[in-house]
């Protein structure tokens, strides 16, 4: 009798504790966040050149679960040749842009 009681109880205690992790809000007006971060972050950012690989989708990161969303970019060096298209990914927190990845610096992102 003692034993299933104890097994019920532990249950109900480990399920209790465990967090249930909600996905992010979508984000909106992606694309602009992301061009806009570009303005920001490039040399030449009028020059930039995106593809977009994936509308945004979910994906499990250290932040729970969040929105992510792949592209390429070409964009000009400091010499003003352009580099090639490069794959990124960008992480929204909150509906709002966090973070971009770049494959070639942060292969374990992708």
Partial sequence: MKVPLLFALSAL???SCAQVTQPQPAPQNWK???IN???SELKDPD?????WA???YLKESGLGMTYHADYF???KNAFGGY???KERRAMFVNGTLKYIYNRE???LFF
Avoid: K, W
Wanted: hydrophobic share 25%; charged share 15%; net charge neutral.
């Fill in 47 to 51: 020059s930039a050149q995106y593809r």
């Fill in 83 to 85: 580099t090639g298209y």
């Fill in 105 to 107: 610096e942060n292969p």
């Fill in 73 to 75: 970019l070409n964009a």
């Fill in 13 to 15: 205690f480990f399920t």
């Fill in 37 to 39: 971060r570009g303005f």
């Fill in 54 to 56: 994936s509308d945004p």
């Fill in 32 to 34: 602009q966040q992301i």
